[in-house]
């Protein structure tokens, strides 16, 4: 088999800080919109269950969109359908606060989560592509700009909320600001571009078969991130009785796991490798959920949270970086593992409490347990996401600059 070895980037610092902000940038949307949540329910006098039936739009919106985003960044370039997309993500920001009505809402939120799919689809291709230039691991720590970015971004919506700040105000004044600061940051990435003889995608495109195994890899990994993100608080509260504040602090607790764990990842990954990483974290994931199943203390259960958040940190970020080596349309492939992936972020909730109704919440984190265990046997479809790797269409074999400096040092 040929190997193709990608071209070496002009500037790889500025091209890997770019990316990073980018990934930071996109986090803070979503960071944003969450600490408004409440204030939009108030404003239009919404029930939990029409809350809920709104916040679901953006899954769906993601979900149908991100299979176009291949099309964008084949005919713009990565760097141009990066820009384009995160643009209108942080325009989307203003619209929620908008809404007059329900339905006006969950139309809008709609177009919100398009938004956000494809740009999440773009910047992820670009990242992947960046990465196999590099030679070395950087998916891991992108992801965890991310995490950083929505933390960031929360803090001052929850200052915003705490001094009664109207919030179409503040999100379009925020919106502004990190549309500004998206700009510069977009500008600096590499021009990407799809070869040539490249056939471009249609239009709308379903996943490709080799994609959908290791989608269903991420499937797991975010099955317990999103059922510990929602359910952590209540599982505290009801199962081991701990107080209300202990309770609520558990999100930001995981969250702030999350970060660190993925901003750390890279290292571990380029340590062990792609495979022996996601079986370690398979595993710590697998512990955490047997001391959260077997947990009648907040003391038990705190640790066991924290341990899933861990485990499952890397293996999102490894599975787009597996897809961008799948063929010769990475965001095609990344968008199919994107759609399989957020699927699973999107009926966790769902099954969780549904589950417990019939049985407990005991019982519906012994899925998560189970979910996280299958991690460990089915870390060989991630064996692409070695930036050295020779299984795909393109490999980094520590490329050279002009200079002839060794760029996986970078």
């Known amino acids: 088999m040929t190997v193709t070895t990608p071209e070496p980037l002009a500037d790889p610092r500025r091209s890997r800080l770019s990316i990073a902000l980018v990934f930071g940038v996109h986090g803070a949307v979503s960071g944003t919109f969450v600490t408004r949540i409440p204030w939009i329910q108030d404003r239009l006098d919404l029930s939990p269950g029409q809350l809920g039936l709104a916040l679901v739009m953006p899954a769906i919106g993601s979900s149908l969109a991100m299979p176009l985003a291949g099309r964008f960044v084949h005919r713009y370039g990565g760097r141009a359908a990066v820009r384009g997309l995160i643009s209108l993500w942080c325009l989307a920001l203003t619209l929620p606060a908008l809404a007059p009505s329900l339905p006006a809402l969950c139309a809008v939120l709609l177009a919100y989560g398009a938004t956000a799919g494809m740009a999440d689809v773009a910047m ?64 600096s990435l590499p021009d990407l571009r799809a070869p040539e003889e490249a056939e471009e995608p249609p239009r709308f495109a379903l996943p490709p078969r080799s994609s959908l195994v290791i989608g269903l890899v991420g499937f797991c990994a975010v099955f317990g991130e999103g059922a510990s ?141 189970l979910l996280a265990f299958a991690l460990l046997l089915s870390a060989g479809a991630l064996r692409r996401a070695e930036p050295n790797s020779t299984d795909g269409n393109a490999a980094a074999m520590s490329p050279k600059n002009t200079s002839g400096k060794d760029l996986s040092t970078i």
Not at 156 to 166: E, Q, T, V
Not at 256 to 279: E, F, H, N, W
């Open 124 to 187: 992820n291709a670009q990242g992947v592509e960046i990465e196999q230039r590099l030679g070395r691991s950087i998916m891991s720590g992108l992801h965890g700009m991310w995490s950083a970015g929505g933390l960031l971004a929360s803090g001052f919506g929850i200052l915003a909320a705490h001094l009664n700040l109207d919030a179409r105000l503040q999100l379009a004044v925020t919106a502004l600001v990190l549309l500004a600061l998206a700009q510069p940051i977009c500008r």
């Open 229 to 369: 993100m929602d359910w952590s608080g209540v599982y505290l509260k009801d199962i081991t009785g701990a107080s209300t504040t202990l309770a609520a602090a558990s999100y930001t607790a995981f969250s702030l796991t999350m970060a660190v764990s993925r901003l750390a990842g890279d290292a571990v990954i380029r340590r062990l490798g792609a495979v022996p990483a996601t079986r370690l974290g398979g595993a710590i994931a697998t512990l955490g959920g047997v001391l959260v199943v077997a947990a009648d203390h907040p003391a038990l259960a705190i640790p066991g949270f924290a341990l899933i958040g861990v485990g499952v940190a890397v293996i999102v970020p490894l599975a787009f970086a597996a897809a961008g080596r799948i063929g010769g349309n990475p965001s095609q492939a990344i968008a199919g593992v994107a759609t399989v992936t957020y699927t699973s972020g999107l009926i966790a909730p769902a099954v969780i409490g549904t589950l417990a109704q019939a049985t407990s919440l005991t019982v519906s984190f012994g899925l998560v347990t």
